[in-house]
Nanobody, 112 residues
Framework: QVQLVESGGGLVQPGGPLRLSCGVF????????IGWYRQGSGKQRELVAF???????TYADSVKGRFTISRNNAKNTVALQMNSLKPGDTAKYYC??????WGQGTQVTVSS
């Protein structure tokens, strides 16, 4: 049974940083790509960033230059470092492993 557990969400002021972490259990972690998605209130879930098993990264245009995804295969974790946060980044953030494994999500709220 594959499980993904996110942590690190919270309330942050505009312009501030926040770091999310995703722990992956029950899979051969190093073989899989891992993604971060988010879903704002009343919006569809959207891709934020993706990292392949070899470390190749992909970002949504809206977060390029501000967010960084990284992985630690020794610890079975994926991190999402978010800088220069904007109110528009407010959403629930989910960790994803193909083909269809999702975490429970962690809320990020950017507000003054």
């Amino acid at each position: 049974q594959v499980q993904l557990v996110e942590s690190g969400g919270g309330l942050v002021q505009p312009g501030g940083p926040l770091r999310l972490s995703c722990g992956v259990f029950g899979s051969i972690f190093s073989r899989y790509s891992i993604g971060w998605y988010r879903q704002g209130s009343g919006k569809q879930r959207e891709l934020v960033a993706f990292i392949s098993s070899s470390g190749i990264t992909t970002y949504a245009d809206s977060v390029k230059g501000r967010f960084t995804i990284s992985r630690n295969n020794a610890k079975n974790t994926v991190a999402l470092q978010m800088n220069s946060l904007k109110p528009g980044d407010t959403a629930k953030y989910y960790c994803y492993q193909p083909p269809d494994y999702w975490g429970q999500g962690t809320q990020v709220t950017v507000s003054s």
